[in-house]
């Protein structure tokens, strides 16, 4: 036990005890204090809840009563195991069964493996003892071998969201194809590459994961995050707009070999698409503005770091409905004539963020004729790399922007 954690804690509830003792000297009376030791169970466990589930070991070891309430599962129903990303280092499979049978079960809802503990034993116990999981990340992309699958025969199978992070080099057909009949009830799927690691030799790139396969699987998908996946390209979005029609938010970030071929057929099929997020995505002006936007429902839109044009970008955004969401950093031409555009239109009345970082084309006096005419409205602007924004701007801006 930590000696010096329990001291410190006793001390504090010590003085926490005296503050407690009210005496008043005109009517001479005291209140009794109250020790940390007669609080009730369920206030202790709500007071748990706040602590990192690091910190409940140190809590359990407090006394036997702090113990049971450390180990109770309703604090455990958000767990992660990856150790990089703040989360619980647990040392080997059989660890993680015995503790998802008595630590987890039917409470938990939320977990994040990483790939030393993905294993047949593991999946089977999280689909017999936590049948209320709803999200998963599993996490491949340190993974330098898979273990044995051959076994596998049953995965959660109500989840609504599932995350794989992917690995350069191993192939994941073996694993998804074992798992393929569980994924129906999916509405949120994320698969993140590896944008930042990855070479730029095409040798070197590997279609890890089949995603004609997961679409045939997962009709009701209504969100797809696709980051930083070098092989996926406009073929794989049409697959995805074959069959996974109630599409509601598309994200493309880091997928440079998305060039924007797919999203008339994406467009025409997926008639519930609100959010297209193409940050540094590799779309070009030939097959954007091909593309029947006025027929969208696209109110959220992030173009960041693309490489557009400006009678590209003039195109798109004055063809679509109208924005909530508007992302345009570092695009190089966006220019005053494309914002006045756009406010005489009524593209922007419903607009409540706006990302138009180091867009240099874009001068002082639109961005502020911007949040005079809009800035009621705005929750959030992005305006960074603009280091000519004077004080003067500041003082005149910050009045019409009341909901920041």
């Not at 997962?218 to 995805?240: A, E, Q, R």
């Not at 509601?248 to 467009?267: D, H, M, P, Q």
């Not at 494309?338 to 706006?354: C, S, Y």
């Not at 929750?379 to 960074?384: E, R, S, V």
Request: charged letters at 20%; proline letters at 3%; a negative charge.
């Amino acid at each position: 036990m930590d000696s010096a954690f329990r001291s410190n804690l006793f001390d504090i509830a010590q003085d926490a005890s005296q503050a407690a003792t009210a005496h008043n000297d005109s009517e001479n009376y005291t209140v009794k204090s109250i020790s940390i030791d007669k609080l009730p169970d369920k206030l202790l466990l709500n007071i748990a809840g706040y602590l990192h589930l690091s910190e409940l070991g140190k809590f359990a070891q407090v006394c036997k009563k702090w113990r049971l309430i450390a180990y109770d599962s309703r604090l455990w129903t958000r767990v992660s195991l990856r150790p990089e990303y703040s989360g619980l280092h647990v040392y080997s499979p059989e660890v993680l069964q015995a503790l998802i049978g008595i630590r987890f079960g039917s409470t938990l809802r939320y977990i994040e493996i990483p790939s030393d503990l993905i294993t047949a034993p593991v999946l089977h116990e999280l689909s017999n003892k936590s049948p209320g999981l709803r999200y998963m990340t599993l996490d491949f992309s340190n993974a330098m071998q898979l273990h044995d699958f051959n076994d596998l025969n049953a995965f959660p199978c109500n989840l609504r969201s599932l995350c794989i992070c992917l690995s350069e080099v191993i192939f994941l057909e073996g694993f998804m194809r074992r798992i393929y009949s569980c994924l129906s009830s999916l509405e949120v799927l994320h698969l993140i590459g590896t944008f930042e690691l990855s070479s730029e030799s095409e040798e070197d790139i590997y279609e890890v994961i089949n995603i004609s396969k997961i679409k045939a699987h997962t009709p009701n998908l209504k969100v797809v995050n696709l980051y930083g996946i070098t092989f996926l390209d406009d073929s794989h979005i049409d697959l995805l707009a074959s069959n996974c029609i109630h599409i509601e938010t598309l994200a493309l970030n880091f997928c440079l070999r998305v060039k924007g071929a797919s999203f008339k057929n994406l467009i025409q099929r997926c008639k519930k698409l609100k959010c297209l997020l193409l940050h540094h995505a590799g779309v070009e002006d030939e097959h954007m503005t091909c593309v029947p936007w006025e027929t969208s429902s696209i109110h959220e839109l992030d173009l960041t770091s693309t490489e557009l044009s400006a009678q590209c970008l003039e195109s798109i955004l004055l063809r679509m409905p109208g924005f909530t969401y508007l992302a345009l950093g570092y695009c190089e031409f966006f220019n005053d004539k494309i914002l006045e555009k756009l406010m005489e239109k009524g593209k922007l009345h419903r607009l409540q963020a706006l990302d138009v970082s180091h867009t240099h084309a874009l001068s002082e006096n639109a961005i502020y004729q911007l949040v005079q005419t809009h800035g009621a409205n705005l929750k959030g602007l992005m305006i960074a790399g603009k280091p000519k924004l004077t004080e003067n701007f500041w003082l005149n801006a910050i009045p019409y922007l009341r909901n920041i």
